[in-house]
């Protein structure tokens, strides 16, 4: 959401680019000078979020099998859980979205969501886990992971974090710095103006920002839908939309420890039983790409 300098008094734009935050008290439009507005979300120059990072991975992922595979994984489990009505499941409406968006075939869709139903055998084995450790840099990592063996997953997921200098932490450690949202990517997030995404925030968005170049709309887990469809009828086009847990706070990883825990992440979100990993840091920029060139 991009803001000429005049709206914003003597504030300078951060990076040239200045991204709308959502005001408590402030009629949509307005400058940050707004009498009682209080920002409510922050805005990274110069660095990267994991969530930011590992969208930009994501978007260049050639092992499209194996993330079909987690796609149908989830969308089994959470129509045994809560039948296979996307209408009147929400969480499988979610997962069926989520697979919509990464171009899963609708027969492999409704396959999965028949493995749910009863109409396979495999779905009653899979059950949920949650794993969470510190990596690298003292980097919060949760781990969510859909397992038909729990010792198996339990193990993979502990020797990754011994492997890449982390630690396993008992339940309880970590999560309570992340916090479950609704998330929407936007496709080319720079030519969208503030009011482009006004219906978003009558819908009930609640952060608008950049992060490394990816525009990024926050929202309350159950507005995640109603954010989603207005920005659909406002003609805003939507890269993902997911509930995901976002960490309250970050902490910056510097040089020295930014390979070590990317490989980390890596490791991690390539096991067969990993549905998602969230963590805490950001990386700035320059680090982030000498990282990456260091492989």
Known sequence: MVLEASDLGDEPPIGGRVVARVRDGAPTGVPFSFPGATPRIEVMSGHSKWSS?????????????????????????????????????PALALAVQKARDSSMPKDNIQRAIDRGTGEGGDAAAIESAVYEGYGPGGAAILVEALTDNRNRTGAEVRHAFESHGGRLGEPGSVAWQFEKRGVVILVDGDRYGEDDLIPAIDAGAEDVSEDGGVLKVLTAAGDLAAVRSALEEAGVEIESAEVSMEPKSTVEVGEGEAPALLRLMDSLEEQDDVDSVHANFDVPEEVLERAAAAG
Do not use: C, P
């Open 53 to 89: 990072i590992k969208h930009k991975k994501g978007a260049a992922d050639a092992k499209r099998g194996k993330l079909f595979t987690k796609l149908a994984r989830a969308i089994t489990v959470a129509a045994r859980d809560g039948g296979g009505n996307v209408d009147a499941n």
